[in-house]
């Protein structure tokens, strides 16, 4: 089992309230993956969104610098929004990405997005959404699946390719590509038919219900003849490690409420309270936040469910304090990591 985190990155506020700089909240994610990669966590995903409080606008970037400055980190986007951006330019910075890291450590996660602010921003249509992401997806993929750097595409949603090289190429030939989904049923359909791993975003609710998905998903990919290694299910979630049960819980809830209020107005959400958020945090709630024996336990818990072999957690929303976080992927990397394992070695 796979444990890592992920991240929007995540703006911080001043003691008054207002907002600091956008710079310093890209400086501070890239911090937390190289901090990250020296505690031994396994995995780190840079999501994208183009807001004040969650300005990770460009995935590619990031990731390209951080694969200079570590070693042994899987990175990947978590995810790019595939539908608004152009599959050549994402392969091409995900393949550098690839070369500077030295090879086999960057994938794509591609997904549609939860949120629509880049459809305005890009000068995109709404109402194109599902063709947008279906034509994309396949000029992704077949971009990754060419054997030679020149590739032939044709669609309605962008200019066709036509024995147009698309370089570099990855060390090992092509990039892992992920699909994410935050649960519609067609999305599971449509990895397992692809025959690309899938990741599942639960942000609320109980995780084990998602399993069904899960087993949708594979009886997808076995009656495609998909089969071997790129099936695989992995889960991101919310959450937070602290010492005491105690201390993660109130270092977490501050910035949950500050991003329900924000996600209210932008969404017409109703701001949350405490006792909404702590019965997210029980054993069967889709919040990880708590000490490293529960987390552990409870994550090996959904495992017997949904058969995973990632779990990532996103830590950094509302303003977290970024000690909060990194004291987090400490304890996922040095205690949550191995009783996991522990835990998976007695079933």
Same mark, same amino acid.
């Given at each position: 089992m796979q444990i890592g985190t992920y991240s929007f990155g995540d703006? $911080?506020?001043?003691? /008054?309230?207002?907002?600091?700089?956008?710079?310093e909240a890209v400086s501070n994610l890239f911090e937390a993956i190289v901090h990250a990669d020296a505690v031994g966590l396994d995995y780190f995903a840079v999501g994208e969104h183009h807001t004040v409080s969650m300005p990770a606008s460009s995935p590619g970037?990031?990731? +390209? +610098?951080?694969?200079? +400055?570590?070693?042994?980190i899987i990175l990947g986007s978590g995810a790019s929004i595939i539908g608004t951006d152009d599959?050549?330019?994402?392969f091409q910075q995900f +393949?550098?990405?690839d070369a500077i890291s030295g090879g086999g450590r960057i994938e794509i996660t591609a997904g549609r997005g939860s949120s629509v602010e880049t459809f305005p921003l890009f000068g995109y249509d709404l109402r194109d959404y599902d063709e947008l992401y279906a034509e994309k997806l396949d000029l992704l993929m077949t971009i990754n699946n060419s054997t030679t750097e020149a590739v032939t595409w044709s669609g309605s949603t962008r200019p066709a390719l036509n024995q147009l090289a698309v370089v570099p190429r990855p060390v #090992?030939? *092509?990039?892992?590509?992920?699909?994410?989904? %935050?649960?519609n049923a067609a999305s599971s359909v449509r990895a397992g038919q692809l025959g690309l791993p899938i990741s599942y975003g639960i942000i609320g609710g109980e995780p084990h219900r998602f399993a069904p998905l899960a087993k949708l998903y594979r009886r997808s990919a076995a009656q495609a003849g998909q089969e071997g290694d790129s099936i695989k299910v992995a889960v991101a979630a919310l &959450?937070?490690?602290?010492?005491? *049960? *105690?201390?993660?819980? /109130?270092? !977490?809830?501050?910035g949950w409420h500050n991003?329900?209020?924000?996600? %209210?107005?932008?969404?017409?959400?109703?701001? #949350?309270?405490?006792?909404? !958020?702590?019965? $997210?945090?029980?054993?069967?709630? &889709?919040?990880y936040v708590g000490d490293p024996d529960e987390i552990a336990r409870r994550i090996v818990a959904l495992h017997g469910h949904m058969g995973?072999?990632?779990? !990532?957690? $996103?830590s950094d929303v509302g303003a977290l304090p970024q000690e909060h976080l990194i004291e987090s992927i400490t304890l996922l990397a040095n205690e949550v990591k191995p009783r996991v394992q522990r835990l998976l070695e007695k079933k």
């Amino acid at each position: 089992m796979q444990i890592g985190t992920y991240s929007f990155g995540d703006t $911080q506020h001043n003691e /008054d309230g207002t907002t600091r700089s956008t710079a310093e909240a890209v400086s501070n994610l890239f911090e937390a993956i190289v901090h990250a990669d020296a505690v031994g966590l396994d995995y780190f995903a840079v999501g994208e969104h183009h807001t004040v409080s969650m300005p990770a606008s460009s995935p590619g970037t990031i990731i +390209a +610098a951080a694969a200079a +400055a570590t070693k042994n980190i899987i990175l990947g986007s978590g995810a790019s929004i595939i539908g608004t951006d152009d599959p050549v330019r994402v392969f091409q910075q995900f +393949a550098i990405a690839d070369a500077i890291s030295g090879g086999g450590r960057i994938e794509i996660t591609a997904g549609r997005g939860s949120s629509v602010e880049t459809f305005p921003l890009f000068g995109y249509d709404l109402r194109d959404y599902d063709e947008l992401y279906a034509e994309k997806l396949d000029l992704l993929m077949t971009i990754n699946n060419s054997t030679t750097e020149a590739v032939t595409w044709s669609g309605s949603t962008r200019p066709a390719l036509n024995q147009l090289a698309v370089v570099p190429r990855p060390v #090992q030939g *092509k990039l892992p590509i992920w699909l994410a989904t %935050g649960g519609n049923a067609a999305s599971s359909v449509r990895a397992g038919q692809l025959g690309l791993p899938i990741s599942y975003g639960i942000i609320g609710g109980e995780p084990h219900r998602f399993a069904p998905l899960a087993k949708l998903y594979r009886r997808s990919a076995a009656q495609a003849g998909q089969e071997g290694d790129s099936i695989k299910v992995a889960v991101a979630a919310l &959450g937070l490690v602290a010492a005491t *049960k *105690k201390e993660a819980l /109130d270092r !977490f809830y501050p910035g949950w409420h500050n991003l329900t209020v924000e996600m %209210g107005r932008l969404r017409g959400w109703t701001a #949350q309270e405490r006792g909404v !958020f702590e019965a $997210q945090t029980g054993e069967l709630g &889709g919040f990880y936040v708590g000490d490293p024996d529960e987390i552990a336990r409870r994550i090996v818990a959904l495992h017997g469910h949904m058969g995973h072999m990632r779990h !990532f957690i $996103q830590s950094d929303v509302g303003a977290l304090p970024q000690e909060h976080l990194i004291e987090s992927i400490t304890l996922l990397a040095n205690e949550v990591k191995p009783r996991v394992q522990r835990l998976l070695e007695k079933k």
